[in-house]
């Protein structure tokens, strides 16, 4: 096996293992998709580990961060720079992270350039709220943190699927289909989150409209979709949404999450229903 193909077969399977929500609906993507979509999602999850680290600290994090998307921003980015960069925290930081220029070398020569800007642009966002320590205290506050750590995902997949067959979307109905799907894991963590002493609900708003929020955003997603008709991209979009808006009705009936034989049975609807 070559070692592309190797690389490529790890991504996948790291893929498996951090992704609850994006590995099935990647898997059914037309090979270039896969390969590129795997690789997009695989170097934002590098950063978000970072971002969502128990064990650094915000000013850790912050110069890590800013410092991966100055490398991310290069025209070549430096495997040896980032590799040094990321040394003294390897203990402590998860594989996706650590193989960040594996991820890259498996992304499509036409579109790395894209990945590569998305992701840097959400590693200074993600810096950017660990220096305010991710207090939210506005809905415009959660408006931009959801749009650094997740509406981004949304556009650079807007940008994927037309590089790959000249699909059109709605980049402002792709930043609140990302927007929806984040708020669902706002909601779902809600306590989690409390007992490490961080709250992404804005100040003075009540849970019920922090499901409003989530829906209202939601909805846009499905918005979104319509410009899409390229079959294996909207099962794709179809997935997740479906999801989020059953573990949103979940939450609402007092429930942590859905089981896995539901989300299970979700992905066969909709792969039946295509």
């Given at each position: 096996m070559?070692?592309?193909k190797?690389i490529?077969?790890?991504a996948m399977s790291?893929l498996?293992d951090?992704?609850?929500t ?7 993507l037309?090979?270039?998709l896969k390969?590129?979509?795997a690789?997009a999602?695989?170097?934002?999850r590098?950063i ?8 650094l600290?915000?000013q850790t994090k912050n110069y890590l961060l800013?410092?991966?998307s100055?490398?991310?921003?290069e025209?070549q980015?430096d ?8 040394a003294?925290?390897?203990?402590v930081?998860p594989?996706?992270?650590l193989?960040?220029n594996?991820w890259l070398s498996?992304?499509?020569?036409g579109i790395?350039?894209k ?6 642009t ?6 950017d709220w660990?220096?305010k320590e991710?207090?939210?205290r506005t809905k415009e506050d ?10 981004l995902?949304?556009v650079?997949l807007s940008?994927i699927?037309e590089w ?5 979307t709605d980049?402002?109905?792709a930043?609140?289909?990302?927007r ?5 894991n706002?909601l779902?963590?809600?306590?989690e ?6 709250s ?6 009540t849970?019920?409209?922090t ?5 209202a ?5 499905d918005?979104?979709?319509k410009d899409?008709s ?13 999801l989020a808006?059953?573990?949103l009705?979940?939450l ?16 066969e ?5 295509r």
């Amino acid at each position: 096996m070559s070692n592309e193909k190797k690389i490529q077969k790890e991504a996948m399977s790291m893929l498996k293992d951090t992704s609850r929500t994006f590995y099935i609906p990647i898997t059914l993507l037309q090979p270039t998709l896969k390969k590129t979509v795997a690789s997009a999602y695989l170097c934002m999850r590098a950063i978000d580990e970072i971002e969502d680290s128990e064990v650094l600290l915000p000013q850790t994090k912050n110069y890590l961060l800013r410092a991966t998307s100055s490398l991310l921003n290069e025209e070549q980015f430096d495997a040896t720079a980032y590799q040094e960069l990321v040394a003294p925290h390897k203990d402590v930081l998860p594989e996706v992270t650590l193989r960040l220029n594996d991820w890259l070398s498996t992304c499509p020569d036409g579109i790395i350039h894209k990945v590569k800007e998305f992701t840097s642009t959400m590693a200074t966002g993600m810096a950017d709220w660990a220096e305010k320590e991710w207090v939210i205290r506005t809905k415009e506050d959660l408006d931009d943190y959801t749009y650094y750590v997740a509406g981004l995902v949304g556009v650079m997949l807007s940008d994927i699927w037309e590089w790959h067959d000249g699909t059109k979307t709605d980049r402002d109905l792709a930043i609140a289909y990302g927007r929806g799907l984040q708020t669902v894991n706002i909601l779902r963590n809600v306590e989690e989150d409390k007992e490490r002493g961080v709250s992404f609900i804005p100040d003075g708003w009540t849970i019920s409209q922090t499901f409003d929020y989530a829906e209202a955003n939601l909805a846009l997603g499905d918005e979104y979709m319509k410009d899409i008709s390229t079959k294996n991209i909207l099962l794709f979009c179809r997935i997740p949404l479906a999801l989020a808006k059953k573990t949103l009705k979940a939450l609402r009936s007092g429930r942590e999450k859905m089981s896995r034989a539901e989300v299970e049975q979700t992905v066969e609807e909709i792969k039946v229903d295509r």
